[in-house]
């Protein structure tokens, strides 16, 4: 393969570099959208809370910064059991005395890791697989498509159950699941995207001139999909975060990681659903409003990137 | 290639997929932790029962004979025992099954029905507040997992104004006897149904009516709805007859992705209402290492959603006439 | 007799920055049987005056004022159902640009045809519509049995033909045919045209003909309207436009298409863009184009002036019509960057670009 004089490290940069540019110019899109602007408000609003739950040392400045969270959320018996809100405890204790509202602030955090890791790599791979599917077409893109199918035939939740039951309930292995499953919607885009730009006058030039296959991808064709790939993400994002609330509700959550579905599988086995609304409501509420956030920003994106495309799954 | 040649080919690839979900349904379920005697030790078998077992289960001979032997038995619908009930997994699972099948089929269908019309008035009155207010609802409740939705309507409709029965499928006598009639065809049974299949309907309207809306939104800029208006026909004839038909087309292809979406959420929606179908059966067999309970609703889920897949292309061929079969 | 009589009429868009006055104070009227021609540049407001007559318009658009009279009833004053049943497509019917997208892909054109017919024609039977159908394709020289065909399996001068049956099904008074051959190649294109005029000498029709190219016109019409920013700023027989037009534009518009006639013809395009139709102002709007321009023509908006015949040219210097016309058949003086407002820095300098006008 001859890739030139550019490595496909560079690629990458240049890559990201018009992404990051992609986005700056695109930001500009949000002004006058309003449903777009809450979202990013409310994204901003949960981002900082979920940053800041706890406190966090940063040892070389030897500071600490204070945490959001008045209690550790694990801690047991900081006030009696399963009290309604009061002013020591704003959003009431559970059966064991913890603090809910130090638990669904230290779920945010939760929340964020699983959303943007799993979106990322769900979108990472697959771009990719979009990518060279269309870009080879032949045997390549049969293979890779008809494996995207499989992955459509498979249903998400039984699988990550069976999937974690298995490698166990570690946060980890909760976005292998995801990732595992929500990559297809990405591939199918971005391959029927990559097959329209292959025909253009641009890509046939970069192959006059003797650009590799490598560069040709990365290089030229990439960067016009990428808008895509951010709008995917942004979904992404959205079923991830979905997809472990509903793995954490039905009890195969990390028990280390208290997240916001996990705080209401545990008030289902508290048996405490009809009374303790204090403690069923928050968590509920933040999974909407961070789905709906990102769901929010989505839309606006979606308007720009690509008004025929519609987002499906 | 011909319509003729499309099917074939069309089903040649049901076929690989079908195999490859196999393959992966029996990779996943050798991998389970604790071997699926493990249940039985604790009855206080003894080591020689337990080889005896291993034999009988067939847990002895080299994988690709299991392998062989697995297929066979998936293809003559035989799952083997439950290791829990010590019934026949078929017997088990199957009227679960029709469970699962009656609450996702009427929350699927109320989805759609609501979502395609709902979809199509929001892109008709583009710019207006029933459309903006409109997509602020859709969002909301797409963003709900299905858990969240039944609670909120739990908590309302039961714990709150206490109109509906909080779980299962009947109030009284067992949950899975009886004939079809007996089983479905009660005003009580109905009241059971209500909220759950209300959650699956608001958790996958979202989908069709949004991308009803857009759709709509792309077909009503075509020149010929613009000639439509122009022979004078009626709003509701270019509305539903054209506007909409035309639009419906890419929601075909969404149906079979909202049924495998269904299915999985058929996991969370029973275990939110006690409901007893298969979802939930599957939940408790996983904790229980009840591996044959387990795989045979994960079979049947998986096999529901890649059939609707081909029945939805097949549908969408049929549906356009412009398609080229590709 | 007269058929249709426009008066006055101002059809505008709401956009951001005000008004756009796509139809600004036009007066038309057309005799039964008659083809009148309506040509001008891209955004010159033809198809927004050819909509406005069966108020086809889209939601941001508004007939501020003026009248649309169709054989004695006023169009603007009919309620929708009124103008549905009455007038669209029983009396009033169009032949859109690109046949194809004028189908809606997911039925057969014959299904398409019945539908309209049996929708105007109570009592008709399924079998009957059917059978009209399949006698028009005969007519227009497709094979009947095409009727069962869904559009996408048409060729492009096919789905023309097809879409002048659906156009002539309910034999209408008028057929307003918005640039009905400009997606098709030349040879296919004068057939078109030649059935077009048949069919419709056939049912006495009367027809409105958009399009760009004078070509198209000069054969086909019997009286030709210059649309220009929004206005009819010249109107004769075919013959008078074609031979003896009065009006700078329309001189410009004659340079700028071959002659069939004529091998050495230089041709030669107007300079500059068509007007801005948000808050035009006084004075004509071709005046920033124009190589005529006196000090006059910005200050005061020219009126119709007649020319006898039913020809009336808008613009101060139409009496100096010798100049203008053999001035007007210079090179240079369509290149000249006297073009625009001598005495106004500010205003819009045309530029000596040569650009065609589409
Ligand atoms: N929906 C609309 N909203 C705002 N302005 C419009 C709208 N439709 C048309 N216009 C504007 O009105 C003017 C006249 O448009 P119209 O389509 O009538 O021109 P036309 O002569 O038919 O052009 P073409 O030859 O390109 O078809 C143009 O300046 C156009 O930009
Ligand atoms: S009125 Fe003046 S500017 Fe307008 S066309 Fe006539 S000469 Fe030219
Ligand atoms: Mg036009």
């Known amino acids: ?313 | 290639m011909g319509l003729r040649e499309y099917v074939v080919r069309r089903f040649l690839q049901l076929i690989v997929t079908f195999w490859a979900f196999f393959t992966l349904l029996f990779v996943l379920f050798r991998m389970m932790p604790g071997d699926p005697t493990s249940m039985f030790i604790l009855d206080g078998m003894t080591p020689e029962q337990r080889e005896q077992r291993i034999a009988e289960l067939g847990l002895d001979q080299p994988l690709y004979v299991q392998y062989v032997e697995y297929i066979r038995q998936l293809l003559t619908g035989d799952f083997g025992q439950s290791f829990i009930y010590r019934e026949p997994v078929t017997d088990i699972i199957l009227i679960r099954f029709m469970n699962t099948i009656v609450l996702m089929g009427t929350a699927l269908v109320f989805a759609y029905l609501i979502g395609v019309t709902f979809g199509a008035l929001m892109g008709w009155w583009r710019n207006s507040r029933f459309e903006r207010g409109g997509i602020i609802v859709t969002l909301m409740a797409r963003s709900s997992p299905e858990f969240w939705v039944g609670i909120v309507l739990l908590s309302v409709f039961v714990f709150w104004l206490g109109w509906f029965p909080s779980s299962g499928m009947r109030t009284t006598g067992g949950e899975l006897g009886g004939g079809f009639v007996a089983r479905y065809g009660s005003l009580d049974f109905l009241r059971h149904l209500f909220l759950p299949a209300l959650t699956g309907a608001i958790v996958y309207l979202a989908t069709p009516t949004l991308l009803m809306r857009s759709t709509m939104l792309d077909v009503l800029n075509a020149d010929f709805i613009e000639i439509k208006k122009a022979e004078g026909l009626p709003e509701r004839t270019v509305l539903y007859k054209h506007a909409a038909r035309n639009s419906i087309l890419p929601l075909v292809t969404v149906a079979a992705i909202a049924t495998g979406a269904a299915m999985g959420g058929s996991v969370v929606i029973e275990t939110v209402f006690n409901w007893p179908g298969m979802g939930r059966e599957m939940v408790r067999a996983v904790n229980n290492n009840d591996y044959p309970v387990a795989m045979a609703a994960f079979f049947l889920m998986g096999s529901v959603v890649i059939l609707m897949n081909f029945v939805a292309d097949l549908a969408y061929v049929y549906l356009d006439p412009r398609v080229e079969y590709e | ?358």
């Open chain 1, 1 to 313: 393969m001859s890739t030139g004089t550019t490595s496909p490290i560079d690629s990458a940069t240049s890559t990201i570099g018009n992404g990051i540019d992609y986005v700056r110019t695109k930001l500009e899109v949000f002004e006058g959208d309003r449903l777009g602007q809450i979202g990013l408000a409310t994204l901003f609003v949960f981002l900082v809370i979920g940053i800041f739950a706890r406190p966090t040392t940063i040892e070389f400045l030897n500071l600490t910064i204070p945490g959001i969270a008045p209690h550790d959320p694990g801690e047991r018996a900081v006030g009696g059991r399963l009290e309604s809100p009061s002013a020591a405890h704003p959003l009431g204790t559970t059966d064991m005395g913890r603090d809910v509202l130090s638990q669904v602030i230290a779920g945010t955090r939760v929340t964020l890791l699983v959303g943007s890791l799993a979106a990322f790599m769900a979108v990472f791979i697959g771009t990719n697989v979009g990518l060279v599917s269309a870009y080879f077409g032949g045997w390549v893109d049969d293979v890779l498509m008809r494996i995207t199918d499989i992955v459509y035939g498979v249903p998400f939740l039984p699988f990550a159950i069976v999937l974690v039951a298995i490698l166990g309930n570690s946060l980890v292995n909760i976005i292998v699941a995801i990732v595992l499953i929500l990559w297809r919607s990405t591939a199918r885009v971005i391959r029927s995207q990559v097959l329209s730009h292959k025909q253009r006058p641009y890509v046939e030039s970069a192959q006059a001139i003797g650009a590799g296959h490598l560069r040709i991808m990365y290089r030229h064709i990439l960067p016009n999909v990428l808008p895509l790939t951010f709008l995917y993400a942004a979904f992404a994002v959205g079923w991830a975060v979905i997809a472990e609330a509903s793995l954490s509700f039905l009890g195969f959550g990390d028990p280390n990681m208290l997240s916001w579905g996990e705080m209401i599988y545990n008030v289902y086995t508290a048996n405490a659903i009809r009374e303790a609304w204090w403690w069923v409501f928050p968590p509920g509420i933040c999974i909407m409003l961070f789905v709906m956030s990102v769901f929010f920003i989505g839309r606006t994106l979606e308007e720009v990137v690509n008004p025929e495309l519609r987002h499906q799954e």
């Open chain 3, 1 to 358: 007799m007269t058929l249709l009589d426009i008066t006055n009429l101002k059809t505008y868009y709401r956009a951001e920055d005000g008004w756009v006055r796509a139809t600004d104070d036009v007066s038309l009227s057309i005799e039964r049987g008659e083809t009148v021609g309506l040509v001008g540049e891209s955004g010159s407001g033809k198809t927004t005056l050819a909509k406005s007559i069966i108020r086809l318009l889209p939601d941001n658009a508004e007939i501020v004022d003026g009248s649309v009279a169709f054989d004695g009833t006023e169009i603007t004053e009919l309620t929708d159902s009124e103008l549905r049943k009455q007038l669209r497509w029983s009396e009033i019917s169009m032949i859109p640009q690109n046949a194809m997208n004028g189908f809606d892909p997911v039925y057969t054109v014959g299904q398409q045809i019945v539908q309209v017919i049996r929708y105007h024609e109570d009592g008709t039977s399924k079998a009957e519509a059917r059978e009209r159908a399949r006698s028009l394709f005969d007519e227009l020289g497709i094979e009947p049995d095409r009727v069962d065909d869904y559009p996408h399996q048409f060729s492009g001068g096919m789905a023309q033909r097809a879409m002048i049956a659906l156009a002539l099904a309910l034999s209408p008074s008028l057929v307003l045919a918005d640039e009905p051959t400009t997606a098709l190649d030349v040879v296919i294109q004068d057939r078109i045209l030649e059935t077009i005029k048949k069919m419709q000498k056939e049912l006495n029709s009367a027809m409105i003909m958009i399009t760009h190219d004078m070509s198209v016109v000069s054969e086909t019409c019997d009286r030709i309207a210059v649309v220009y920013g929004g206005r009819i700023i010249e109107i004769a027989d075919a013959e008078t436009i074609i031979t003896n037009p009065r009006h700078p534009y329309t001189l410009g518009l004659r340079n700028a298409f071959p002659d069939i006639n004529d091998d050495d013809q230089e041709l030669i395009s107007i300079p500059g863009t068509p007007p801005e139709l948000v808050d035009p102002g006084e004075g004509c709007r071709f005046a920033p184009r124009c190589p005529f321009a006196e000090e006059a023509c910005w200050e005061v908006t020219p009126e119709p002036e007649s020319y006898g015949d039913g020809h009336e040219v808008e613009c101060h210097r139409a009496d100096e019509v010798e100049l203008l016309q053999t001035e007007a058949g210079k090179k240079e003086t369509w290149l000249e960057q006297e073009i625009g407002r001598p005495d106004d820095p500010t205003a819009d300098r045309a530029t000596a670009e040569v650009e065609s006008d589409d």
